[in-house]
């Protein structure tokens, strides 16, 4: 088969001139790419190698990935809490949009798939969109900020599932300072502070012995340390009460002596342990050493010393 290079019709070989338009078809074919001149059938230039005819010309698709025009965001607001969430697949987006349109803070920047939502909040009020935070669940692109700084979203929401427990406990009251487990029975009102008033609990070793007589200080710098370091991803809970805390950790007394304060009890141990009090006893005949390593409540008798210093107004469970 020949092709004619004026109207690239195909004809037999037998042709000598194109049926469709007369053209010669005995007429070398030209190169467009390096202008040799090639027999009439040839398909591809034989001196370069490009293809004689649009037909034989390789289709090319472009690679070339149209990149979104990017949306420009303002700087976050310096003060309180700001939600930000981009348009996503999610099927709780839609729900997830109209949720935060329900704030007077809101704002949209761009638009459709292009678009960046924005919910600024204060720092008392973050568990009002507890039904964002819930549309928000498990999203990948999600973002929060604290006084203009991007943090960690569970820096930030971890208290929601804790709050909620306390919402739907027997006595929502008493939840916090640990009123349906005895283990987690606290006087600073959130068990979060992971530092629960009961037998051997390791924060009752932060301290050190003044004598072997059984004087022991309260390390209340590094108590109050813990403290901070384990509250800090609930510090916008509703619930926490920082004063209370703080009144709590000034009314434990700095110094100690179950000898003289029956509220209080030594923590023993039979092993060795660094600074521990050792004490020699005799018991039954057999001679007996015993680590002394702090000490802890014994019973709720402490309270009342607590109380007295305390203006805060406890739960009737613990007082």
């Not at 040799?36 to 390789?58: D, I, T, V």
């Not at 068990?191 to 301290?207: C, D, E, I, K, L």
Request: include cysteine; aromatic fraction near 14%; proline fraction near 5%.
């Amino acid at each position: 088969m020949k092709i004619c290079q004026n109207c690239s019709t195909e004809i037999q070989d037998t042709f000598n001139f194109c049926p469709t338009c007369g053209s010669d078809l005995g007429k070398p074919i030209v190169c467009k790419n390096c202008n040799y001149s090639n027999e009439p059938n040839s398909k591809f230039c034989q001196e370069c190698g490009e293809p004689l005819f649009e037909k034989f010309k390789r289709k090319t698709t472009s690679t070339q990935i149209e990149k979104p025009e990017l949306v420009e965001l303002p700087e976050p607001p310096s003060n309180g809490i700001t939600i930000e969430f981009p348009f996503t697949s999610a099927q709780s987006f839609e729900f997830a949009v109209k949720e935060a349109k329900l704030f007077d803070t809101f704002e949209q920047f761009g638009e459709n798939k292009k678009a960046i939502y924005r919910v600024a909040l204060n720092e008392n009020e973050v568990y009002k969109a507890k039904e964002l935070l819930l549309q928000l669940k498990g999203w990948r692109k999600r973002t929060v900020y604290v006084n203009g700084e991007k943090v960690l979203w569970d820096s930030v929401f971890d208290f929601s599932w804790c709050y909620e427990r306390k919402l739907s406990s027997y006595k929502p009251e008493y939840y916090c300072f640990g009123y349906e487990n005895e283990w987690d029975f606290n006087v600073w009102g959130c068990m979060r502070a992971m530092m629960p008033f009961v037998n051997h609990s390791q924060w009752f070793t932060y301290g050190k012995w003044l004598n072997n007589d059984g004087d022991w200080e309260f390390d209340k710098e590094r108590i109050k340390h813990e403290l901070a370091k384990n509250l800090h991803s609930h510090r916008f809970c509703p619930a926490l009460n920082p004063t209370l805390i703080q009144e709590v950790l000034e009314a434990i007394p700095s110094v100690i002596n179950p000898k003289k304060n029956k509220n209080w009890k030594f923590i023993e141990s039979y092993s060795s342990v660094n600074n521990a009090l050792v004490w020699t006893t005799n018991q039954y005949g057999f001679e007996q050493t015993r680590y002394i390593t702090g000490v802890c409540p014994d019973g709720k008798g402490f309270i009342k010393d607590l109380t007295d210093n305390i203006k805060n107004k406890l739960p009737d469970f613990i007082t």
